[in-house]
């Protein structure tokens, strides 16, 4: 059983990330607040939340608790002050409205006790530009996680030039101690470290199909069953070394000068986003979803990640260990 290492923790957003954040606060808070300003979002998160602990359950991922002792830590609330007063560590996860966040910021400031962290699940938006209004910028920084926040274990820790190493140093330690994997990015640039390098691949898929170079299957695939069981025991860079540099230097010498750049991939995926082609939900993006229920096949990509995050986690755990 996890050790319940903050007396407690906030969510403010109950969104899909807001819901996932806060179950995982749950296993090491005795009280996690979610905040949202609609009893009704409430009400989704909360059923969100109770599924969401039922699969790592089943997957004995839930750090030897029942479904039921992690989602009683988890309290609702509309109360700003409620949420944050007395908490050791909160997390914004609200829309990505530069004014809104920075509102919410500097009222959290005023309520959070001084020694909380305040930290910000935003994808894109620079977190400097959130604590803009912030009386103590010190202990502002980025906590962003990756979708879906309660399967995939890696956390964005992101400084500003303002953030204390205290702060840092306390944004890992939660997370390491929730059994997330921490990865620092220095520097508060836009996309951080994972979206610039998902967003590096992408751009080049998109652009391999806008060109015709290949079709969406043969592009996935050849990350799916190419790139990604490898990047499963070692990381770009890692494969680089073992591989060995001087090959490293003469392809990348011929190869990066010929990558895509903005204009044609961008152009292609905004004129499918004009045509109402906007994937899943419409029934048409780079597939064909005509028919297609788009909880039971958000479901099913779940359950498989579930699995390989298991087995990737497992696998990584034995490595540290003989190392």
């Known amino acids: 059983m996890t050790e319940l290492f903050l007396e407690k923790s906030a969510v403010i957003g109950a969104g899909l990330m807001g819901s996932q954040i806060g179950l995982v606060l749950a296993l090491g808070s005795r009280k996690t607040f979610l905040l949202s300003r609609r009893q009704e979002s409430l009400d989704a998160a909360m059923e969100n939340i109770r599924r969401y602990a ?7 991922l839930l750090r030897g608790e029942t479904p039921e002792a992690v989602t009683a830590r988890i309290q609702t609330t509309s109360d700003l002050e409620e949420a944050v007063s007395g908490a050791d560590y909160v997390v914004e996860s609200i829309s990505e409205i530069l004014e809104a966040k920075q509102d919410l910021f500097e009222r959290m400031d005023a309520l959070a006790p001084r020694e909380a962290v305040l930290a ?34 890696v956390v964005e820790v992101i400084r500003t030039p303002d953030t204390s190493d205290w702060a840092m140093e306390r944004n890992c330690q939660v997370w390491e101690h929730l059994g997330r994997m921490p990865v620092r990015c220095n520097k508060d640039i836009p ?25 969406v299957r043969s592009i996935d695939l050849a990350v799916q069953l190419g790139l990604a069981p490898r990047f499963t025991t070692a990381g770009p860079l890692e494969q680089r070394d073992i591989n060995g540099l001087t090959m490293h230097s003469q392809v990348a010498t011929h190869l990066w000068q010929h990558l895509s750049g903005t204009d044609e991939a961008l152009k292609y995926l905004q004129d499918m986003v004009a045509r109402g082609e906007t994937g899943l939900g419409s029934g048409k993006g780079y597939y064909d979803w005509s028919g297609k229920d788009p909880v039971a096949v958000r479901s099913d990509k779940d359950e498989q990640l579930l699995q390989r995050t298991r087995q990737v986690m497992e696998a990584w755990e034995a490595r540290q260990r003989d190392s």
């Open 54 to 60: 039922g699969d790592l359950h089943r997957h004995d």
């Open 120 to 153: 910000s699940n935003t994808s894109g938006l620079p977190i400097g530009r959130l604590s803009a209004r912030v009386r103590h910028k010190d202990r502002v920084a980025g906590a962003h996680f990756v979708q879906p926040g309660h399967i995939v274990p």
């Open 191 to 215: 996309g951080f470290l994972i979206n610039r390098l998902q967003h590096a691949v992408i751009r080049e898929a998109v652009a391999l199909l806008a060109s015709g170079v290949a079709d």
